[in-house]
Protein backbone atom coordinates (compact mmCIF):
# COMPACT_ATOMS: atom_id res chain seq x y z
CA UNK A 1 0.00 0.00 0.00
CA UNK A 2 1.61 3.30 -0.92
CA UNK A 3 1.31 6.01 1.47
CA UNK A 4 0.55 9.73 0.63
CA UNK A 5 3.25 12.59 1.76
CA UNK A 6 3.14 14.66 5.03
CA UNK A 7 3.59 18.42 4.68
CA UNK A 8 4.31 19.83 7.71
CA UNK A 9 3.03 23.41 8.12
CA UNK A 10 4.46 25.52 10.80
CA UNK A 11 1.28 27.04 12.42
CA UNK A 12 0.88 30.16 14.99
CA UNK A 13 0.97 29.65 18.71
CA UNK A 14 -2.23 31.11 19.17
CA UNK A 15 -4.24 28.77 16.51
CA UNK A 16 -5.77 25.90 18.02
CA UNK A 17 -6.18 22.31 16.46
CA UNK A 18 -9.74 20.46 16.95
CA UNK A 19 -10.12 16.78 15.80
CA UNK A 20 -13.55 15.59 13.95
CA UNK A 21 -14.53 12.74 13.91
CA UNK A 22 -16.92 11.57 11.67
CA UNK A 23 -18.22 7.59 11.19
CA UNK A 24 -18.53 6.52 7.66
CA UNK A 25 -20.71 3.23 6.14
CA UNK A 26 -18.13 1.69 3.38
CA UNK A 27 -19.14 -1.66 1.37
CA UNK A 28 -16.89 -3.79 0.34
CA UNK A 29 -16.25 -6.98 -0.49
CA UNK A 30 -16.21 -8.36 3.22
CA UNK A 31 -19.31 -6.13 4.24
CA UNK A 32 -21.01 -3.29 5.65
CA UNK A 33 -18.03 -1.67 7.60
CA UNK A 34 -17.77 1.73 9.76
CA UNK A 35 -14.69 3.74 9.22
CA UNK A 36 -13.87 6.98 11.33
CA UNK A 37 -12.38 9.67 9.19
CA UNK A 38 -10.53 12.16 11.00
CA UNK A 39 -10.88 16.01 9.76
CA UNK A 40 -8.21 18.56 11.41
CA UNK A 41 -9.29 22.45 11.69
CA UNK A 42 -7.36 25.24 12.91
CA UNK A 43 -9.22 28.26 14.76
CA UNK A 44 -7.59 31.51 16.18
CA UNK A 45 -8.17 32.06 19.62
CA UNK A 46 -6.88 34.42 22.24
CA UNK A 47 -4.51 34.19 25.24
CA UNK A 48 -5.36 32.35 28.39
CA UNK A 49 -3.38 34.02 30.49
CA UNK A 50 -6.30 35.86 32.58
CA UNK A 51 -6.07 34.92 35.94
CA UNK A 52 -9.99 33.80 36.04
CA UNK A 53 -9.19 31.76 33.11
CA UNK A 54 -6.54 30.05 34.60
CA UNK A 55 -8.38 29.40 37.63
CA UNK A 56 -11.70 27.84 35.87
CA UNK A 57 -9.23 25.80 33.27
CA UNK A 58 -7.63 24.12 36.47
CA UNK A 59 -10.46 23.28 38.17
CA UNK A 60 -11.62 21.50 35.07
CA UNK A 61 -8.28 20.01 35.53
CA UNK A 62 -8.61 19.03 39.10
CA UNK A 63 -6.53 21.66 40.32
CA UNK A 64 -7.51 22.04 44.08
CA UNK A 65 -6.34 25.53 45.03
CA UNK A 66 -8.79 26.26 48.36
CA UNK A 67 -7.90 25.30 51.90
CA UNK A 68 -7.39 21.54 52.56
CA UNK A 69 -7.33 19.97 56.67
CA UNK A 70 -3.82 19.82 57.68
CA UNK A 71 -3.50 16.19 59.10
CA UNK A 72 -0.34 13.83 60.43
CA UNK A 73 0.10 10.88 58.07
CA UNK A 74 0.40 8.44 60.93
CA UNK A 75 1.20 4.76 58.64
CA UNK A 76 0.98 3.91 54.51
CA UNK A 77 0.66 0.71 53.11
CA UNK A 78 0.35 -0.49 49.72
CA UNK A 79 -3.66 -0.41 50.14
CA UNK A 80 -4.33 2.99 52.66
CA UNK A 81 -3.44 5.73 54.46
CA UNK A 82 -3.57 6.21 58.92
CA UNK A 83 -4.40 10.04 59.46
CA UNK A 84 -5.05 12.00 62.04
CA UNK A 85 -6.75 15.42 62.08
CA UNK A 86 -6.73 18.27 64.58
CA UNK A 87 -9.96 19.65 65.88
CA UNK A 88 -12.08 21.80 63.37
CA UNK A 89 -14.97 23.84 62.90
CA UNK A 90 -17.75 23.13 60.96
CA UNK A 91 -21.57 24.18 59.74
CA UNK A 92 -23.74 21.48 59.34
CA UNK A 93 -27.40 20.93 57.67
CA UNK A 94 -29.29 17.54 58.54
CA UNK A 95 -32.66 17.45 56.34
CA UNK A 96 -34.49 14.58 54.35
CA UNK A 97 -33.78 14.03 50.50
CA UNK A 98 -36.89 14.11 49.74
CA UNK A 99 -36.98 17.40 50.74
CA UNK A 100 -35.20 18.44 48.04
CA UNK A 101 -36.53 15.80 45.48
CA UNK A 102 -34.57 12.66 46.84
CA UNK A 103 -31.22 14.94 45.93
CA UNK A 104 -28.55 13.82 48.50
CA UNK A 105 -26.45 16.64 48.20
CA UNK A 106 -29.52 19.29 48.53
CA UNK A 107 -28.04 21.40 51.43
CA UNK A 108 -25.16 22.08 49.70
CA UNK A 109 -26.84 25.05 48.56
CA UNK A 110 -27.89 26.22 52.62
CA UNK A 111 -24.19 25.68 53.41
CA UNK A 112 -22.91 27.74 50.40
CA UNK A 113 -25.84 30.62 50.91
CA UNK A 114 -24.13 30.64 54.98
CA UNK A 115 -20.34 31.74 53.77
CA UNK A 116 -21.06 33.69 50.40
CA UNK A 117 -20.10 31.55 47.93
CA UNK A 118 -22.70 32.49 45.96
CA UNK A 119 -23.54 36.04 47.01
CA UNK A 120 -24.07 38.11 49.88
CA UNK A 121 -23.29 35.82 53.07
CA UNK A 122 -26.21 34.70 54.90
CA UNK A 123 -24.63 35.49 58.51
CA UNK A 124 -24.65 37.62 61.25
CA UNK A 125 -21.82 39.61 60.20
CA UNK A 126 -22.07 39.49 57.42
CA UNK A 127 -18.71 37.95 56.66
CA UNK A 128 -17.73 36.03 53.44
CA UNK A 129 -16.02 32.77 54.37
CA UNK A 130 -13.34 30.94 52.24
CA UNK A 131 -14.58 27.45 51.09
CA UNK A 132 -12.34 25.34 51.89
CA UNK A 133 -11.84 21.02 50.23
CA UNK A 134 -12.67 18.36 50.22
CA UNK A 135 -16.76 17.88 50.68
CA UNK A 136 -16.94 15.47 52.58
CA UNK A 137 -20.17 13.37 52.84
CA UNK A 138 -20.70 10.76 56.49
CA UNK A 139 -22.32 8.10 55.99
CA UNK A 140 -24.70 4.58 57.11
CA UNK A 141 -24.47 1.10 55.56
CA UNK A 142 -27.34 2.70 53.40
CA UNK A 143 -24.72 4.23 51.48
CA UNK A 144 -25.53 8.13 51.15
CA UNK A 145 -24.01 10.24 49.81
CA UNK A 146 -12.12 21.99 53.40
CA UNK A 147 -14.16 22.93 51.70
CA UNK A 148 -14.91 19.90 52.56
CA UNK A 149 -18.26 19.56 52.82
CA UNK A 150 -19.31 16.53 54.85
CA UNK A 151 -22.93 14.21 54.63
CA UNK A 152 -24.14 12.49 57.11
CA UNK A 153 -26.79 9.89 56.75
CA UNK A 154 -28.77 8.88 59.53
CA UNK A 155 -29.71 5.14 60.16
CA UNK A 156 -33.34 5.84 62.23
CA UNK A 157 -36.34 5.71 60.98
CA UNK A 158 -36.04 8.51 58.27
CA UNK A 159 -33.13 8.50 56.10
CA UNK A 160 -31.67 11.95 57.20
CA UNK A 161 -28.28 13.29 55.77
CA UNK A 162 -26.09 15.84 57.65
CA UNK A 163 -23.95 18.00 55.11
CA UNK A 164 -20.66 19.39 56.57
CA UNK A 165 -18.25 22.70 55.37
CA UNK A 166 -14.91 22.19 57.13
CA UNK A 167 -14.40 26.05 58.25
CA UNK A 168 -10.99 27.32 57.80
CA UNK A 169 -8.85 26.61 60.23
CA UNK A 170 -8.30 30.72 61.39
CA UNK A 171 -11.58 29.26 63.15
CA UNK A 172 -10.94 26.96 66.50
CA UNK A 173 -14.35 27.69 68.31
CA UNK A 174 -17.77 27.11 67.28
CA UNK A 175 -18.31 30.94 68.87
CA UNK A 176 -15.61 32.81 66.36
CA UNK A 177 -17.53 31.55 63.92
CA UNK A 178 -20.70 34.05 62.45
CA UNK A 179 -23.92 33.07 63.21
CA UNK A 180 -26.43 31.40 60.74
CA UNK A 181 -29.03 33.68 59.71
CA UNK A 182 -31.10 30.16 58.29
CA UNK A 183 -31.34 27.98 61.73
CA UNK A 184 -31.48 25.02 59.66
CA UNK A 185 -27.38 25.48 59.55
CA UNK A 186 -25.54 24.85 62.62
CA UNK A 187 -21.48 25.70 63.93
CA UNK A 188 -20.44 22.22 65.48
CA UNK A 189 -16.85 21.45 66.81
CA UNK A 190 -15.38 17.85 65.95
CA UNK A 191 -12.99 16.88 68.51
CA UNK A 192 -9.62 15.80 66.84
CA UNK A 193 -9.73 12.06 65.21
CA UNK A 194 -8.24 9.62 63.65
CA UNK A 195 -8.80 7.83 59.88
CA UNK A 196 -8.36 5.06 57.54
CA UNK A 197 -8.54 6.81 53.90
CA UNK A 198 -8.40 5.59 50.69
CA UNK A 199 -7.94 7.71 47.68
CA UNK A 200 -9.56 6.98 44.12
CA UNK A 201 -10.58 9.06 41.24
CA UNK A 202 -13.59 9.19 38.88
CA UNK A 203 -16.90 10.18 40.02
CA UNK A 204 -17.97 8.82 43.70
CA UNK A 205 -21.40 6.77 42.62
CA UNK A 206 -22.61 4.88 45.10
CA UNK A 207 -21.27 1.21 44.03
CA UNK A 208 -18.01 2.71 43.87
CA UNK A 209 -18.05 4.09 46.95
CA UNK A 210 -20.06 1.12 48.61
CA UNK A 211 -16.88 -1.25 46.98
CA UNK A 212 -14.51 1.46 48.63
CA UNK A 213 -15.69 0.92 52.26
CA UNK A 214 -15.76 -2.68 51.72
CA UNK A 215 -12.38 -2.77 50.92
CA UNK A 216 -11.23 -0.23 53.45
CA UNK A 217 -12.81 -2.07 55.70
CA UNK A 218 -11.76 -5.49 55.36
CA UNK A 219 -7.83 -4.23 55.08
CA UNK A 220 -8.55 -2.17 58.31
CA UNK A 221 -9.58 -5.07 60.39
CA UNK A 222 -7.07 -7.53 58.61
CA UNK A 223 -4.45 -5.12 60.03
CA UNK A 224 -5.71 -5.00 63.90
CA UNK A 225 -7.69 -2.04 63.54
CA UNK A 226 -10.76 -1.01 65.71
CA UNK A 227 -13.45 0.29 63.56
CA UNK A 228 -15.62 3.25 65.65
CA UNK A 229 -17.83 4.71 63.12
CA UNK A 230 -19.32 5.04 59.91
CA UNK A 231 -17.03 5.88 56.36
CA UNK A 232 -16.74 9.49 54.82
CA UNK A 233 -16.65 10.52 51.55
CA UNK A 234 -14.28 13.04 50.80
CA UNK A 235 -14.78 14.86 47.79
CA UNK A 236 -12.29 17.55 46.67
CA UNK A 237 -13.39 18.96 43.15
CA UNK A 238 -16.61 20.91 42.10
CA UNK A 239 -18.40 18.43 39.73
CA UNK A 240 -17.80 20.26 36.53
CA UNK A 241 -14.15 18.87 37.05
CA UNK A 242 -13.39 16.06 34.22
CA UNK A 243 -14.38 12.95 35.80
CA UNK A 244 -10.64 11.53 35.76
CA UNK A 245 -9.09 14.18 37.34
CA UNK A 246 -10.89 14.24 40.67
CA UNK A 247 -10.02 13.78 43.79
CA UNK A 248 -11.94 11.32 46.43
CA UNK A 249 -11.44 9.81 49.44
CA UNK A 250 -13.30 7.21 51.26
CA UNK A 251 -12.47 7.74 55.15
CA UNK A 252 -13.31 5.17 58.18
CA UNK A 253 -12.87 6.38 62.10
CA UNK A 254 -10.76 4.33 63.94
CA UNK A 255 -9.39 3.82 67.68
Known amino acids: MKRGKTNSTSLPSSTAICFVANKTPFSSRFGTRSFVSIHLTTSNLQPTSHPENSLKMGMI ?10 YELIQSTTDYEIRKYPAAVIAQVTYDPTQFKGNKDGGFMLLANYIGALGNPQNSKPETIAMT ?10 IAMTAPVVTKTGDGEKNTVTMQFILPAKYTKAEEAPKPLDERVVIVEEGERKYGVVKFSGTANDKM ?3 KVENLKKWLERDGFKIIGEFELARYNPPWTLPPFKTNEVMIPVE
Open 61 to 70: LGKISVETPK
Open 133 to 142: APVITKSSEQ
Open 209 to 211: VKE
